[in-house]
């Protein structure tokens, strides 16, 4: 019963451990990436507090109330000093100044304040420049969006192209061990020196340390993947796109759509009008300020410390208008102004510069996508004929009719192909994400 117990148990971790695999394409990496990362999520809470500043300058226009109470107890009136002239007779002597204190022990206020802002100048600008920091803020997003989704590519491929570099070298390993038992039978039928016998046992040797170092590259590979994809360390994935068919992708559909706006053009498009926004602004602020205002209030005037005491309750109240024109601010909104005018030329300048950048950029990553494919045609042929000269040998030698040396010579050649794909394949997929950054077809 207990043995049953634990084959259910085992099965059912075993189909636990199942369900956990996932299974990524290329474009379910870069979808899983973008959702998960922090530094995304983070971007997207900076939009939302940019969207927030919105809400902010628009309380502007709601009226501002506040209320306050003054509890106040005079524990010494102030003196006053009323000149003696005040109360002297016209023609009579001049009275002497009389030592006078205003006032009541206990002081009580309550009152309830609102002021509303009519027109301001500034509030309008404020707002547009509110949008334009969304818009700024969403750009930000967009531009570290493709980089993620460019570390996540280049993160996929390399696994991608390991995991190739593994089976190549397992099929490596089992090369290298046919060959050896094939030499260790030559050798018992003394058809084969001890030498020879040793260099093939070190060619499995060499071929398993292969196998080996590509294997920790592989899972480096992985782990890194993971970081760029923002996955639990321990989490388990197979890759479901093929390294043929990634290689042979027709790039018709990207090479007919017209090359987009890259994000860094557009940023500075966006400072350009964050300037004349700014400008306009500074202009603006010659005009008045007006807001509406009032307040009551109600006092308690008493030398009884009771609040309730008759007749010691006193209301008073008031409305205004107030305007507020700037008249002199020491140049500064001129200075301003100058500064923006400025701002605008280095933004400009700046475009012209990036435009520049790009363009080059674009036709250089072409060039070296075309050189990397005409690589990659010519490696994939030498591969091809080693790997079906290798075929040929491996008969000719178990026949007999090939020399050892003829064998390893082959094995190097195929071993150095093997390489020579690997790397023009790499070499080639990196140029292809370079090409679409570049283009902005990422």
């Not at 996932?22 to 999520?41: K, P, T, Y």
């Not at 900076?46 to 628009?58: A, F, G, M, P, Y």
């Not at 106040?72 to 005040?86: A, F, K, W, Y």
């Not at 071993?415 to 902005?440: E, H």
Request: aromatic share 8%; with cysteine; charged share 20%.
């Amino acid at each position: 019963m207990k043995r049953i117990f634990f084959l259910l148990t085992l099965c059912s971790l075993t189909g636990l451990q199942a369900q956990e695999t996932l299974s990524l394409s290329m474009a379910q990496a870069l979808e899983i990436g973008v959702s998960q990362r922090a530094d995304l999520q983070k971007q997207a809470l900076n939009i939302t507090l940019s969207q927030n500043e919105v809400d902010k300058t628009r309380t502007r226009l709601l009226p501002q109330a506040n209320f306050a109470g003054d509890l106040r107890v005079n524990t010494q009136l102030q003196n006053n000093v009323l000149p003696g002239e005040i109360f002297s007779q016209p023609g009579g002597p001049v009275q002497e100044d009389q030592l006078v204190k205003f006032g009541t022990r206990f002081n009580y206020n309550f009152g309830l304040s609102a002021t509303q802002q009519i027109y301001n100048p500034a509030y309008r600008f404020d707002q547009s420049l509110n949008q334009l920091n969304i818009e700024t803020e969403q750009l930000k997003l967009e531009q570290q969006t493709r980089d993620a989704q460019l570390s996540i590519a280049q993160a996929y491929y390399s696994v991608m192209l390991n995991e190739k570099s593994v089976l190549l070298s397992r099929a490596g390993v089992s090369r290298a061990q046919s060959y050896y038992a094939s030499a260790l039978e030559k050798f018992k039928g003394k058809n084969l020196l001890q030498t020879e016998l040793d260099r093939f046992a070190l060619d499995v040797d060499n071929a398993k340390l292969a196998l080996h170092r590509d294997s920790l590259s592989l899972e480096l590979s992985r782990k890194n993947l993971r970081y760029q994809m923002a996955l639990p360390e321990d989490q388990v994935f197979t890759l479901t796109d093929s390294l043929e068919n990634v290689l042979d992708l027709d790039l018709s559909q990207y090479a007919r759509e017209e090359a987009s706006i890259r994000t860094e053009i557009k940023r500075e498009q966006l400072q350009i009008a964050v300037s004349e926004v700014n400008y306009q602004k500074q202009s603006a602020l010659y005009r008045p300020t007006v807001s509406l205002y009032g307040n009551y209030s109600i006092q308690h005037l008493s030398n009884d410390v009771n609040p309730f005491t008759d007749n010691t309750w006193f209301p008073y109240n008031y409305l205004g208008l107030q305007v507020t024109l700037p008249v002199f601010d020491g140049l500064l909104k001129e200075r301003t102004k100058d500064e923006m005018r400025i701002r605008q030329e280095i933004s400009r300048r700046q475009i012209e510069q990036l435009e520049q950048d790009y363009s080059y950029e674009a036709s250089s990553s072409l060039s070296a996508m075309q050189t990397a494919m005409a690589s990659l045609a010519y490696a994939r042929k030498n591969y091809r004929q080693a790997a079906d000269l290798i075929k040929v040998n491996e008969l000719r030698y178990q026949q007999g009719s090939l020399l050892a040396s003829e064998v390893v010579n082959a094995e190097y050649s195929l071993q150095v192909a093997q390489n020579n794909l690997l790397r023009s394949s790499y070499d080639y997929l990196l140029a292809r994400l370079n090409w679409m950054k570049a283009t902005g077809k990422l």
